[in-house]
């Protein structure tokens, strides 16, 4: 059974930093692309981040490009999350999700979802 | 960018009605269409990948349908476990993504 564990939330202050963690277990980790994915108080889905497999390729949406830094550890099946100069609209529940398609299978979509945790940027 | 509509935004409905949600894409998008369900407090699951694949698990009440730029979800009988937010992805521009604003879902 697929299980991503999401966790280092918290509250933080405007301008501070935070590191997010996924734990993931039941699949071969290496061998998918992962993603964050998050969502403001009351509102939509919002694509954060996104890492290859081997972690070689990064990518950012343009709302957090130069402030968020996606990485990932496959010796310990976790995905992260670095995030400074933290701003007010950054709060959100972040969720990490599994990629699966690509490299033209012709589909790509997001199978499997952490559940998710919370970021709070207040003074 | 390519920006996502679906409509309506809300939508109530009975037990046993058939509901259609729409979600739009500003260009064309091939068949790189998902739809997700959300419930409060729960994280998305994933319903629909390539417009009309239903994920394994997921009852067969729903329906997904469309191409290039317009596309509809279908919940023929809705349960009430099917009261809940929608929302369609575009993954046409892999590995960068855009979600719908979301369809929130009521019981009337």
């Known amino acids: 059974e697929v299980r991503l564990l999401d966790s280092g939330g918290d509250l933080v202050q405007p301008g501070g930093s935070l590191r997010l963690s996924c734990t993931a277990s039941?699949?071969?980790?290496?061998?998918?692309?992962m993603n964050w994915v998050r969502q403001a108080p009351g509102k939509g889905l919002e694509w954060v981040s996104g890492i290859s497999g081997s972690g070689s390729s990064t990518f950012y949406a343009d709302s957090v490009k130069g402030r968020f830094v996606i990485s990932r550890d496959n010796s310990k099946n976790t995905l992260y999350l670095q995030m400074k100069s933290l701003r007010a609209e950054d709060t959100a529940v972040y969720y990490c999700?599994?990629?699966?398609?690509?490299?033209?299978?012709?589909?790509?979509?997001?199978?499997?979802w952490g559940q998710g945790t919370l970021v709070t940027v207040s003074s | 960018d390519i920006q996502m509509t679906q409509s309506p935004s809300s939508l109530s409905a009975s037990v046993g009605d058939r509901v259609t949600i729409t979600c739009r894409a500003s260009q064309a998008i091939s068949t790189y269409l998902n739809w997700y369900q959300q419930k409060p407090g729960k994280a998305p699951k994933l319903l629909i990948h390539?417009?009309?694949n239903l994920q394994s698990g997921v009852p067969s009440r729903f329906s997904g349908s469309g191409s290039g730029t317009n596309f509809t979800l279908i919940i023929s009988g809705l349960q009430p476990e099917d009261f809940a937010t929608y929302y369609c992805?575009?993954?046409?521009?892999?590995?960068?993504?855009?979600f719908g604003q979301g369809t929130k879902l009521e019981i009337k």
């Open positions: 039941g699949f071969t980790f290496r061998m998918y692309a």
């Open positions: 992805q575009q993954s046409y521009t892999t590995p960068m993504y855009t």
């Open positions: 390539a417009v009309s």
């Open positions: 999700a599994k990629r699966l398609g690509g490299g033209g299978s012709g589909y790509d979509y997001f199978d499997d």
